[in-house]
């Protein structure tokens, strides 16, 4: 199965709390549920999380008693931001939930019945998790193309199948908290270091990055192992969920509209409309 996806009117997943000692299956029919499994990291990986996040849009549809299509949009509106508070530093869940929110509105312009735009949700839905599938196997093609035969490479964060609907980001190819060091580090010893990104995680309203909102996640996941303590109780604790790399530091950011190479401000804004 995939990390996430539709199956019989319930969004499933791999709860990735219990890896890699078991492999559990976890299914959800209220948007709330799926909202809660994103905090607690049942999924993870920005591409995952924006598929969870548009399906637990599309659930909450069929969950609203709604029978007008205005009806429904303020239960949407409600749902999505419920499912935007979870983890604030996700851009690519605010950018799925967006993008069924501006289908359902444009339904409804078009006076389309509130059943009509429950369907249209999950078909939106299933179409941007087929498309995450798309976007990380060209990523991995224009990263390999950077390869050469006896390289070493490191990756950070979650690179792999588990981090999105079905296929790594970085699977042929070689910014979670930590990457900042490591980009200084590559920087100062002449290797190069990239960011493996599809352009959903791109936020291009914010003037730089000290304006992106910090998730920082509970103190117990740091003081506590499988629930027993591993630090002394009452211990300080600053367990931030990201940390900003400043672009300096990066060689370039392969995207699946190929790779993005400095000035950054520019090539960046053209990468994400597509253009070459």
Not at 168 to 183: D, E, H, M, Q, R
Not at 185 to 204: K, Q
Not at 246 to 266: C, D, K, M, Q
């Amino acid at each position: 199965m995939r990390t996430v996806e539709w199956h019989q009117n319930k969004v499933q997943m791999v709860d990735q709390r219990q890896l890699p000692h078991e492999w559990i299956i976890v299914e959800f029919d209220d948007y709330q549920d799926v909202a809660r499994a994103i905090k607690e990291m049942y999924v993870r990986g920005a591409p995952a999380i924006g598929a969870t996040a548009a399906f637990g849009l599309a659930l909450s549809a069929r969950q609203s008693r709604a029978v007008t299509a205005e009806a429904l949009l303020q239960d949407l509106t409600l749902a999505a931001d419920t499912l935007r508070a979870t983890r604030p530093t996700a851009v690519n869940l605010t950018w799925a939930l967006d993008r069924l929110l501006t289908r359902a509105r444009a339904l409804a312009e078009e006076n389309a019945p509130a059943d009509t735009i429950r369907e249209a949700l999950l078909d939106e839905a299933q179409a941007l998790a087929e498309e995450d599938v798309a976007v990380n196997r060209s990523m991995g093609a224009h990263g390999a193309a950077l390869v050469q035969d006896g390289d070493n490479i490191l990756t950070h964060c979650n690179a792999g199948a588990l981090a999105t609907v079905d296929y790594g980001t970085v699977l042929g190819v070689a910014n979670k908290i930590g990457s900042y060091k490591l980009a200084v580090v590559a920087r100062e010893n002449g290797i190069p270091c990239y960011s493996v990104s599809p352009t959903s995680t791109v936020d291009l309203s914010l003037p730089s990055g000290d304006d992106i909102p910090i998730e920082e996640r509970p103190a117990r996941e740091v003081t506590h192992c499988f629930g027993q303590p591993v630090a002394p109780e009452g211990v300080q604790v600053y367990n931030p969920a990201f940390d900003v790399t400043p672009h300096r530091y990066l060689t370039g950011i392969v995207t699946e509209n190929g790779i993005v190479y400095p000035p950054l401000a520019r090539n960046l804004r053209r990468a994400v409309r597509g253009e070459e």
